[in-house]
C-alpha cells in the first residue's frame, strides 16, 4: 500500500537532472523513477523553468485567496515564518534550514509515491517527503497525484509549529512499529487522511481548514464549502471506523474541537495498538 497523501516514491538518482514540468506519467517515463526504493534525490533548482515559476504563483496567489478568513492561524503563522511567498518556487535546502531552526524538520526531495517503511520512516525523522516535480497549465486544476505545490504549500506552514511537528514525528514513530500489520496500517492511514490532508479545526469559534489536501486544492475546498460533504467532529473511534481515499473528493470531514485532540488522538491509537496481538508472520 502506498500512503496516500504523499509526494514521492523515490528511485535512484538520475546523471541528468529531471524534467521538472513533465506530467507525472512522462516523468516516471523519461527519467526510470518508479516505485523503487528509497534513495537520495536533489530538486536542481537551477532546471525549473519560467512557466513552472508561473505555475507556483498563479496557485500560491488563488490558494491564499480562497483561504483567506478559512485557513487556521498556524498556517499563516507558518507560512510567513517559513518564506514561502509568490514570486518564485521555493528552494528546499532554504525552506529545510527555516524548518530545521523552527521544529527541527527537513524536507526530503523525492520523485513520487513512498512506501510505508519509507513515508513513515521518514516522518520519524522529522523529514517530510516532498515531490521536486509541478504540475504543467495543462494540470494546472487536476493532478493524479501530489506535486511540489501540495507537498510545500500544504504542508509546510503547520510543520512550522512545535505541537503539530511533533504529532507528525510520533504518528511516523508508532506507524514503524506496525510495517507488517495491515489492520495498524490502515488505521494508520485514516488518521493521517482525516487529520493532516484533510482536517478541520474550531477556533476562535469558528470552522477552520489545517489538512494539506484542503489548504492546497481549490477543488477540494469548493466541494468543502458546498457542504455536500459532511462535517462530523473529531472522535478517534469514529475516523477510524470510516474508509479513506484519495481517488475522489472526500466524503467527508472530521473537526478537532482543539489541537490538544490531535496529539491525544495519537497517543491514544498507540495505545491500542500496543494491546492489540500483532499478527504472526508465517515463513514461506
Known amino acids: 500500500m502506498v500512503v496516500g497523501g504523499v509526494a514521492g516514491a523515490i528511485g535512484r538518482e538520475t546523471e541528468h537532472p529531471p524534467p521538472l514540468n513533465l506530467s ?18 536533489q530538486q536542481h533548482y537551477d532546471q525549473y523553468s519560467a512557466q513552472d515559476h508561473l505555475v507556483w504563483k498563479v496557485l500560491f496567489d488563488r490558494q491564499t485567496a480562497l483561504l483567506h478568513k478559512r485557513a ?7 507560512l510567513r515564518a517559513s518564506g514561502l511567498h509568490r514570486h518564485a518556487l521555493p528552494d528546499f535546502n532554504e525552506v529545510s534550514q527555516r524548518l530545521q531552526q523552527a ?16 513515508f513513515y520512516g521518514l516522518l520519524a525523522r522529522r523529514r517530510f ?32 509549529d512545535s505541537a503539530f511537528a511533533d504529532f507528525l514525528q510520533f504518528l511516523g514513530h508508532v506507524a514503524t512499529r506496525h510495517l507488517h500489520d495491515a489492520a495498524a496500517l490502515q488505521r494508520l492511514e485514516r488518521l493521517y487522511g482525516f487529520a493532516v490532508q484533510f482536517g478541520l479545526v474550531h477556533e476562535e469559534g469558528k470552522t477552520c481548514l489545517f489538512g494539506a489536501g484542503l489548504l492546497s486544492s481549490s477543488g477540494e475546498i469548493h466541494h468543502y464549502l458546498s ?3 459532511p462535517r462530523q467532529p473529531f472522535e478517534l473511534a469514529a475516523v477510524l471506523d470510516t474508509p479513506y481515499s484519495e481517488a475522489h473528493l472526500q466524503d467527508c470531514y472530521f473537526e478537532l474541537s482543539s489541537w490538544e485532540q490531535l496529539t491525544e488522538s495519537v497517543a491514544d491509537l498507540a495505545a491500542v495498538l500496543a494491546a492489540t496481538p500483532r499478527p504472526v508472520l508465517v515463513a514461506d
Not at 103 to 118: C, F, K, M, R, S
Open 24 to 41: 507525472k506519467a512522462r516523468f516516471r517515463q523519461e527519467t526510470g523513477l518508479f516505485f523503487m526504493p528509497f534513495a537520495m534525490l
Open 72 to 78: 487556521c492561524g498556524a498556517f499563516w503563522q507558518g
Open 103 to 118: 521544529t527541527g524538520w527537513q524536507l526530503e526531495p523525492v520523485a513520487g509515491a513512498l512506501n510505508d517503511a519509507d
Open 129 to 160: 517527503p516532498a515531490t521536486v516535480w509541478i504540475r504543467s497549465m495543462a494540470q494546472f486544476d487536476f493532478i493524479e497525484e501530489p506535486d511540489l505545490f501540495h507537498g510545500v504549500f500544504g504542508h509546510v506552514p503547520l510543520l512550522m
Open 227 to 229: 457542504e455536500v460533504a
